[in-house]
T-cell receptor, first 114, second 116 residues
Framework: EDQVTQSPEALRLQEGESSSLNCSYT??????LFWYRQDPGKGPEFLFT???AGEEKEKERLKATLTKKESFLHITAPKPEDSATYLC???????????????FGTGTQLKVEL | DTEVTQTPKHLVMGMTNKKSLKCEQH?????MYWYKQKAKKPPELMFV???????INESVPSRFSPECPNSSLLNLHLHALQPEDSALYLC???????????????FGPGTRLTVL
C-alpha cells in the first residue's frame, strides 16, 4: 500500500526565514509526486510534479526536489502570503483503472509572520 | 486555462433532502474525480470517472450517487445524508491517459456542505 508522511505537521516562520518541508513516501513504482498548496476552505492549487530522483522544479520562492524516498519543498525568504497548508501526494504505476489515483499526506500547515 | 468550477459554493441541507453538487471543466480532460475533505485532513477520494464511465468507487455509501453526463460535467447527487457527511467536497480533473509529464490533477474550489 502506498504511504505518504509529511513533516512537520505545522511550521511557523518569520518573514524571510527560509526552511524546508519534508514528504517521505513508499510506493509501488513512482509514477509522479505532486505538491499542492491549499488555503483554508479552498481547493488545492497545483504547484509541481516530480517524476524521477534528482529532479528539481522552481516557482518563485518555492523549489521542490525528489530522491528515491522523499521530496523536499524549500521555501526561500517566505512572505506572509505563503501561509497555507502544503500537501504532498504520490501516484503509483499500479494500474487500478482509468484515471490517476493519488495518495495524499496529511499536509504541513505553514504560517509566515511579519 | 486550468479552471475547474463547482456549484454551489455552500450548501445546507436536512437529512431528508435531496440535492446535487455540480462540477465543470473545459480543459478537455477525460478523467474526473470527487473527493471529500474534512477539516485538517487531506482530500479523500470518493469516485473516479474515465471517459464518462465510473472506474473507481472507494466503497462510498449509496446515499452519494455520482453521474457524468458528458466529458465536461460531473454531478454528485446527495440523498438522506448524515451530519457526519458535512465536509468540503472537491472536484478534480486530469488528462487520461496522461501524456508524459502531464498527469497532475486540477481541483475546483469546492462546495462546503453542512448537513443538519
Amino acid at each position: 500500500e502506498d504511504q505518504v508522511t509529511q513533516s512537520p505537521e505545522a511550521l511557523r516562520l518569520q518573514e524571510g526565514e527560509s526552511s524546508s518541508l519534508n514528504c517521505s513516501y513508499t510506493v509501488s513504482g513512482l509514477r509522479g509526486l505532486f505538491w499542492y498548496r491549499q488555503d483554508p476552505g479552498k481547493g488545492p492549487e497545483f504547484l509541481f510534479t516530480l517524476y524521477s530522483a534528482g529532479e528539481e522544479k522552481e516557482k518563485e520562492r518555492l523549489k521542490a526536489t525528489l530522491t528515491k524516498k522523499e521530496s523536499f519543498l524549500h521555501i526561500t525568504a517566505p512572505k506572509p502570503e505563503d501561509s497555507a497548508t502544503y500537501l504532498c501526494a504520490v501516484q503509483s504505476r499500479r494500474v487500478t483503472g482509468g484515471g490517476n489515483k493519488l495518495t495524499f499526506g496529511t499536509g504541513t500547515q505553514l504560517k509566515v509572520e511579519l | 486555462d486550468t479552471e475547474v468550477t463547482q456549484t454551489p459554493k455552500h450548501l445546507v441541507m436536512g437529512m431528508t433532502n435531496k440535492k446535487s453538487l455540480k462540477c465543470e471543466q473545459h480543459m478537455g480532460h477525460r478523467a474526473m474525480y470527487w473527493y471529500k475533505q474534512k477539516a485538517k485532513k487531506p482530500p479523500e477520494l470518493m469516485f473516479v470517472y474515465s471517459y464518462e464511465k465510473l472506474s473507481i468507487n472507494e466503497s462510498v455509501p449509496s446515499r452519494f450517487s455520482p453521474e457524468c453526463p458528458n466529458s465536461s460535467l460531473l454531478n454528485l447527487h446527495l440523498h438522506a445524508l448524515q451530519p457526519e457527511d458535512s465536509a468540503l467536497y472537491l472536484c478534480a480533473s486530469s488528462q487520461d491517459p496522461p501524456p508524459v509529464g502531464r498527469n497532475e490533477q486540477f481541483f475546483g474550489p469546492g462546495t462546503r456542505l453542512t448537513v443538519l
